[in-house]
Structure formats: structure tokens, C-alpha cells
Antibody, heavy 117, light 110 residues
Framework: QVELVESGGGVVQPGGSLRLSCAASGFMFSSYGIHWARQTPGKGLEWVGFIQSGGTNKHYADSVKGRFTISRDNSKSIVYLQMNSLRTEDAALYFC??????????WGQGTLVTVSS | QTVVTQEPSFSVSPGGTVTLTCGLSSASVSTSHYPSWYQQIPGRAPRRLIYTTNSRSSGVPDRFSGSILGDKAALTITGAQADDESDYYCKLYMGGDIWMFGGGTKLTVL
């Protein structure tokens, strides 16, 4: 069965860095694009970015552009979200999700990022 | 700056019908935005209900349907049940591998 598992969340100081991972299983990983999205406690979902199946093309929300980088290792079925220059407003539950026909059909359970001094 | 708009909250009686909408601050929503809809309990993973405007995800009851109504995407729940009480989000494709979520609608069934 399709499964996505995020990891790497934790507590980081403002200005710090963190790398999240999204490990996939149960499907042909290299054939699918992957989204990252986040949700601040008590707030709505925010789309963070997307990486195409081959890994060459990546796109980001304006709020993270220039600070966050998405990459993938198709040999390991993992997508990464490198987060630099973190701000307090980046604190959220981060989800990865598989893209199918411009939508997210399977989601992970999320990993929590706290940005605090 | 483009914003995806949703009603912040909505209420429906058990057995009733409710239509949630998803609009754009600066344009009309069309099928080219490939609207998708998600149900979410806060803190848990969203569940996809509808994709490409009106295709229902596997296992989703047929009381959920999607459409374009005027200049907005719409999610209609016909015969609402108590366990439909949840947050609902739409997601639009903006082109160039960029997507946006709406602010979400908190649906109460009472």
C-alpha cells in the first residue's frame, strides 16, 4: 500500500536550518511528483513546494522561495525539504503528499517543526 | 497577490445539503485550475475527496460532489451526516507547477 512517512522535525532557533525527509513506499516513486505543505496549529493548509518526478524541476511558494530547497533521491524513494534561515512563522506541521492529476492523493502524517529561541 | 477564498464557516442540518465554494480574488476559477477538495481533522493528514473539478476519490461517498458554479469551484454535500463535520480545503493549480490552498471552511453539522 502507498505510504509516505515524514521525519526530521524538531526545535530550531530562528535563523537556523533543518532538513525534513519524506520516505515513500508501495508505489513506483520515480514516476510521481511530490508536494510539501504545512499547517500552523489552528490555521489552514499552506502549499510549500513541489518537485517533479525526475527531480529537475522544483517550484516554491513565495513565502519560502530562496530559503527552502526540495530535492529527491529516486534510488532511495526519499524527498527532502531543506529549510534554511528559518523564521518563527515557519513553525508548522509539515506534510508531504503524492501528486496525481494535479492533486494530492496520499499524504504522510506530518512532522512538527518548532522555531523558537 | 492572488488569494484563494473559501467561506470561513458553514452550518448544515443532518440530512441537509450544503455547497462550499472556492474562488480567486482576481479571476474566475475554471477547470484549468484542476480544483481538488480535501477533508481534514486538524492535526491529521488531509483526505482527498474530489480532484480535477468533479472526480471522486476512491472510497469517498457519492454524497460528495464537485463542480464549477459560476466563477467558483464548489463542493456539494448532499444528505450531510454527523461525521462530515470537519474542515474542508480546496486546492487550485495556478500554472507553472504552482498550487495554492484556500483558507478552509469549518463545517458544522447540527
Amino acid at each position: 500500500q502507498v505510504e509516505l512517512v515524514e521525519s526530521g522535525g524538531g526545535v530550531v532557533q530562528p535563523g537556523g536550518s533543518l532538513r525534513l525527509s519524506c520516505a515513500a513506499s508501495g508505489f513506483m516513486f520515480s514516476s510521481y511528483g511530490i508536494h510539501w505543505a504545512r499547517q500552523t496549529p489552528g490555521k489552514g493548509l499552506e502549499w510549500v513546494g513541489f518537485i517533479q518526478s525526475g527531480g529537475t524541476n522544483k517550484h516554491y511558494a513565495d513565502s519560502v522561495k530562496g530559503r527552502f530547497t526540495i530535492s529527491r533521491d529516486n534510488s532511495k524513494s526519499i524527498v527532502y525539504l531543506q529549510m534554511n534561515s528559518l523564521r518563527t512563522e515557519d513553525a508548522a506541521l509539515y506534510f508531504c503528499a503524492r501528486d496525481v492529476r494535479y492533486s494530492c492523493d496520499y499524504w504522510g502524517q506530518g512532522t512538527l517543526v518548532t522555531v523558537s529561541s | 497577490q492572488t488569494v484563494v477564498t473559501q467561506e470561513p464557516s458553514f452550518s448544515v442540518s443532518p440530512g441537509g445539503t450544503v455547497t462550499l465554494t472556492c474562488g480567486l480574488s482576481s479571476a474566475s476559477v475554471s477547470t484549468s485550475h484542476y480544483p481538488s477538495w480535501y477533508q481534514q481533522i486538524p492535526g491529521r493528514a488531509p483526505r482527498r475527496l474530489i480532484y480535477t473539478t468533479n472526480s471522486r476519490s476512491s472510497g469517498v461517498p457519492d454524497r460528495f460532489s464537485g463542480s464549477i458554479l459560476g466563477d467558483k469551484a464548489a463542493l456539494t454535500i448532499t444528505g450531510a451526516q454527523a461525521d462530515d463535520e470537519s474542515d474542508y480545503y480546496c486546492k487550485l493549480y495556478m500554472g507553472g507547477d504552482i498550487w495554492m490552498f484556500g483558507g478552509g471552511t469549518k463545517l458544522t453539522v447540527l
